[in-house]
């Protein structure tokens, strides 16, 4: 399933017809609903398209009952992640529920994938992804400043930290292994000049998540309208699930705003 990410109304791959089909997977439009138990939630078939644009057809099939293949059921809240404990620990500017909806983006992918940090600071951020991502991920962590910076960095497992300006990342020698990432997380300087020469190393990047921080803030109008007038015309967003039961307790420098992440899908 690409999008939203809270399970409702929306796409999967499914056996076209049942589990002993040899057919192809194909995309189906599907109404969830939980099963209680098990691996995935259940889900009515309501209509089906065979192309990759995603319309519905005009003609809507009859319902049958599918499980969502290959997903695990959505993440409960009622314990605290090693990842965000950890990140909690970390001077940085990322709310506790924020790190909660960056989680839900990456607990989308059940196999290794490549990951994009775009600003590392203290290690915050780097902490979170670096749990989060699937045994056998890679996360490439982009900074002007050394790693040494970094707090805690020894127990970073599957990160890569390369020193380098973003803005010059088309010609880094591993410019094309991150080209690969399948989740970025955009976190730079927050200026339209800075953003702007970014932009096409981003745009290089096909078929990921992309998350971008401070949107909306106050002090960063640069960004905001960046992303607005820039990125809303290239991309579509991502809604991101925010608990508000969720508690900036124990958090170290606490961001002053709680849900400043906008999502897109390349």
């Given at each position: 399933m690409d999008d939203p990410i809270n399970y409702p109304d929306g796409w999967v791959s499914v056996a076209s017809s049942s589990n002993v089909s040899?057919?192809?997977?194909?995309?189906?439009?599907?109404?969830?609903?939980?099963?209680?138990?098990?691996?995935?939630?259940?889900?009515?078939?309501?209509?089906?398209?065979?192309?990759?644009?995603?319309?519905?057809?005009?003609?809507p099939r009859r319902p049958i009952s599918i499980h969502v293949l290959k997903r695990p059921r959505p993440r409960s809240y009622s314990s605290e992640p090693e990842g965000v404990s950890r990140a909690?620990?970390?001077?940085?500017?990322?709310?506790?529920?924020?790190?909660?909806?960056m989680r839900d983006v990456l607990f989308r992918f059940t196999r290794p994938i490549t990951a994009l940090e775009l600003g590392r600071g203290y290690g915050k951020s780097t902490h979170l992804i670096d749990d989060a991502l699937p045994d056998g991920?890679?996360?490439?962590?982009?900074?002007?400043?050394?790693?040494?910076?970094?707090?805690?960095?020894?127990?970073?497992?599957?990160?890569?930290?390369?020193?380098?300006?973003?803005?010059?990342?088309?010609?880094?020698?591993?410019a094309d292994d991150m080209r690969k990432a399948s989740f970025v997380f955009w976190d730079t300087t927050?200026?339209?000049?800075?953003?702007?020469?970014?932009?096409?190393?981003?745009?290089?990047i096909r078929n990921a998540f992309l998350l971008i921080h401070d949107y909306n803030h106050p002090d960063y109008n640069g960004l905001t309208d960046f992303v607005d007038q820039v990125i809303r015309k290239e991309y579509r967003e991502i809604p991101l699930r925010y608990d508000p039961d969720i508690s900036e307790s124990g958090n170290r420098s606490v961001h002053p705003m709680n849900e400043s992440i906008v999502c897109f899908k390349t």
């Open positions: 040899k057919k192809p997977l194909e995309r189906f439009f599907v109404r969830f609903q939980r099963t209680g138990h098990g691996e995935g939630l259940k889900a009515g078939v309501c209509r089906v398209s065979r192309d990759s644009s995603r319309d519905l057809i005009d003609k909690k620990s970390v001077n940085g500017a990322l709310a506790v529920r924020e790190m909660h909806a991920s890679l996360l490439f962590s982009v900074d002007r400043e050394t790693h040494r910076y970094v707090e805690k960095r020894d127990i970073l497992k599957r990160t890569v930290f390369i020193m380098n300006d973003s803005r010059n990342l088309i010609t880094h020698p591993r927050h200026e339209w000049d800075h953003m702007a020469a970014e932009w096409p190393f981003i745009k290089s």
